[in-house]
DNA sequence: TCATTAACACGGG
DNA sequence: CCCGTGTTAATGA
């Protein structure tokens, strides 16, 4: 398992790792389990030290939208906010595989923004971070057609993983798109009969 | 025109 | 049999 030294050695001083495992909670979410719902009051900011989890919004009327995924070293940066102001959360958070985290309290946070510089540093960056990725998110969505952005997702996806091989079903991409399946479907089929990818059952290889 | 919805058949596990 | 997939017809924006 992965521990917050692992995860954090270069970027945070050794005070602050050894503080951080002194207070935190590690704890482990299978892949699909919910992490964070929306509604949900923050009482603790998440470290990712293993696995990714994907940050979704969700309309009134059951629209689904992938917003981000969040890797090792990430930091939901929404969180930071909701904490410090102990608010509801806006999002969902979901472990889009075997993910490990640790769940900081929230009265450390604002104290070690004065005390440790790479950690304000950490949660300035995350923040930036977060929105250029927010940011080429509405870009995805406000000028690319949904073929685009389907190839977007699934390049994503491999990169994320380190893999040409991806485990998914067509049904998952129409929710993290918001779109149908048979759109999925549709466009993955031209994807494939363009050599671009090949489809197997549960399966997609980029190539 | 293109997405969505519903419905159906096919096939693998 | 159940689920994922590929396709089609009807409908809507």
Redesign the pocket.
């Known amino acids: 398992m992965t521990t917050v030294q692992q995860a954090f050695l270069g970027s945070f001083e050794k005070e602050l790792i050894a503080e951080i495992e002194e207070v935190s909670v590690v704890k482990q979410f299978k892949a699909g389990e919910i992490i964070m719902d929306i509604g949900q009051y923050i009482k603790a900011m998440p470290l990712v030290l293993d696995g990714v989890i994907k940050i979704i919004r969700e309309d009134k009327k059951e629209g689904e939208l992938l917003l981000y995924f969040l890797e090792k070293g990430d930091t939901c940066a929404l969180s930071i906010a909701c904490c410090v102001g102990s608010k509801k959360s806006e999002i969902r958070a979901i472990a889009d595989v075997h993910t490990t985290v640790a769940m900081i309290p929230n009265q450390y946070l604002d104290s070690w923004m004065g005390t440790y510089k790479t950690w304000r540093n950490y949660v300035l960056e995350s923040y930036s971070n977060r929105l250029n990725e927010l940011l080429s998110t509405v870009d995805n969505i406000a000028f690319s057609?949904?073929d685009v952005r389907i190839m977007n997702y699934l390049k994503e996806k491999a990169s994320i993983r380190n893999s040409q091989k991806i485990e998914i079903?067509?049904?998952v991409i129409a929710n993290d798109l918001n779109?149908?399946?048979?759109?999925v479907?549709?466009i993955?089929?031209s994807l494939e009969n363009q050599g671009k990818i090949l489809?197997q059952?549960?399966n997609i290889n980029l190539l």
Request: zero cysteines; charged letters at 25%; glycine letters at 0%.
């Open positions: 057609q949904m079903t067509h049904q779109t149908s399946r048979v759109v479907s549709r993955l089929k489809l059952r549960n």
